[in-house]
């Protein structure tokens, strides 16, 4: 499985941005799908995940109500549409595949395959 992410950029605070997560594989419509990121100097951090059915989404309190996760099986890939941006959301942003039968986790280690990583950065 291979991840592809895209979407990146510079934005000023309260823009938009939306993100692209592609995969190859077959295995991309029976897998749970999670966005992820790191800011200069921390931890990874959980930001969303959907369901492989996109029944179930999840997200990180800090992007609750600004960010959405959604999929396209069709295409193999997931989206982060991210609104009302600050610039507490710069980082480099990480798409991941879940690992199977685990439900919908925000645990980074639950997670087996990653993207290159996009930066998101927001100006003030």
């Known amino acids: 499985v291979q991840l592809q992410a895209s979407g990146g950029g510079l934005v000023q605070a309260g823009g938009s941005l939306r993100l692209s997560c592609t995969a190859s594989?077959?295995?991309?419509?029976?897998?749970?799908m999670g966005w992820f990121r790191q800011g200069p100097g921390k931890e990874r951090e959980f930001v969303a995940a959907?369901?492989?059915?996109?029944?179930?989404?999840l997200y990180a309190d800090s992007v609750r109500g600004r960010f959405t996760i959604s999929r396209v099986d069709a295409k193999n890939t997931v989206y982060l549409q991210m609104t009302f941006l600050r610039p507490d959301d710069t980082a480099s942003y990480y798409c991941?595949?879940?690992?199977?039968?685990?439900?919908?986790?925000?645990?980074?280690?639950?997670?087996?395959?990653w993207g290159q990583g996009t930066q998101v950065t927001v100006s003030s």
């Open positions: 991941a595949r879940q690992k199977q039968g685990t439900g919908v986790s925000r645990m980074v280690p639950m997670y087996d395959y």
């Open positions: 594989g077959r295995s991309f419509s029976a897998s749970t």
């Open positions: 959907i369901s492989w059915n996109g029944i179930n989404t």
